[in-house]
């Protein structure tokens, strides 16, 4: 029995893998290693497919200098657009219209370190009266919170809390230097005591290396998240990263089912970056990811929902809600 077979069993039999055991996947045959991820998947998850899409809440001249990201106003690039929170009526509008579509959850994203205190009670305005209207799920990503003010959104009628670690602890001040990695650990500490779910993952093609994504996850597992979105770099120009290189489908495959290796219950969520690829994510879909982020990004375009419903089908999911 090869790695790949050990390590699969060792998970299906209720086990963990090391860091050690991770890195050994690095090298494995990609079509053995999608296989078994995908085997995991099956049995672990089910056929469900956890299907989510985001709101640009607040928009642009983000005093953070994350090097990969078109809004900060560290750098001149083409996405010129600023705006504050929006209205209670908009991002009611933006709910309705993705619940109609089939979709199960609604994340509101904003630009910016943290939202105000006056800007939180805004926003849980917004959210009840969402909660009210609409049976969706409500996701927020609203920076470097603490415990009092997730504590006010869970209970406005948020479910859950985005906040990507971006990459590894090692390179992490290599992609921004305006906060710090333990102050998002802090902030995903923050949100679990005040009884969200957590969702955080990271970036892959900033310059890390394989080690640092494994390292990433590992972090992720040890903080209980149960959501990892896999952002694919979108070379911005005027960024920083805007000369990087895309990864390959082949690179993105195996990072999926790495991820599924480590954290083998979660949802495993294509995110920003899936438009670069030929086949919209498919083969990652076939090698342990089970959920995306659908429609537009946050400043780029995505694929729509009704592609990404019909790809779910074929790929032989059922859109439903899992891990909360």
Do not use: W
């Not at 710090?180 to 923050?190: H, M, N, P, R, V």
């Not at 394989?210 to 149960?226: P, Q």
């Not at 290189?245 to 991820?259: G, Y």
């Not at 498919?282 to 995505?302: H, K, P």
């Amino acid at each position: 029995m090869d790695t790949t077979e050990i390590l699969k069993k060792k998970i299906l039999d209720g086990g963990q893998i090391s860091r050690e055991e991770a890195l050994l996947l690095a090298y494995a045959p990609l079509e053995k290693l999608a296989r078994a991820a995908d085997e995991i998947r099956t049995q672990i998850c089910g056929n469900g497919f956890d299907i989510c899409t985001i709101i640009n809440g607040k928009c642009g001249r983000c005093s953070e200098d994350c090097k990969y990201c078109a809004q900060s106003a560290h750098y001149h690039t083409a996405c010129l657009e600023s705006y504050p929170l929006l209205d209670t009526e908009t991002l009611l509008k933006g709910a309705k219209e993705n619940e109609a579509r089939g979709v199960l959850r609604y994340s509101i994203v904003t630009s910016g370190r943290r939202l105000s205190d006056r800007e939180i009670d805004q926003v849980c305005e917004s959210i009840r009266t969402i909660k009210r209207e609409t049976s969706i799920e409500i996701c927020i990503s609203f920076g470097l919170l603490d415990e009092h003010q997730f504590r006010k959104l869970k209970e406005s009628g948020a479910s859950r809390v985005h906040c990507n670690l971006e990459t590894s602890r090692r390179y992490f001040p290599e992609v921004c230097t305006t906060h710090t990695y333990e102050e998002k650990i802090t902030t995903l500490k923050a949100a679990k005591r005040a009884g969200l779910s957590i969702c955080s993952g990271g970036i892959l093609g900033l310059g890390e290396t394989m080690e640092d994504r494994i390292d990433m996850v590992l972090t992720a597992r040890e903080l209980g998240v149960k959501s990892v979105p896999m952002n694919l770099l979108n070379p911005i120009p005027g960024t920083p990263y805007e000369h990087r290189r895309p990864l390959s489908n082949e690179e993105a495959c195996r990072c999926a089912a790495i991820f599924r290796f480590l954290i083998p219950e979660a949802s495993i969520r294509l995110a920003g970056g899936r438009g670069l690829m030929g086949d919209k994510g498919e083969a990652c879909f076939q090698s342990g990811a089970n959920a995306a982020i659908s429609g537009d990004m946050l400043t780029t375009a995505g694929i729509t929902v009704e592609t990404d419903m019909e790809l779910i089908k074929k790929s032989g999911f059922e859109v439903k809600l899992h891990n909360g």
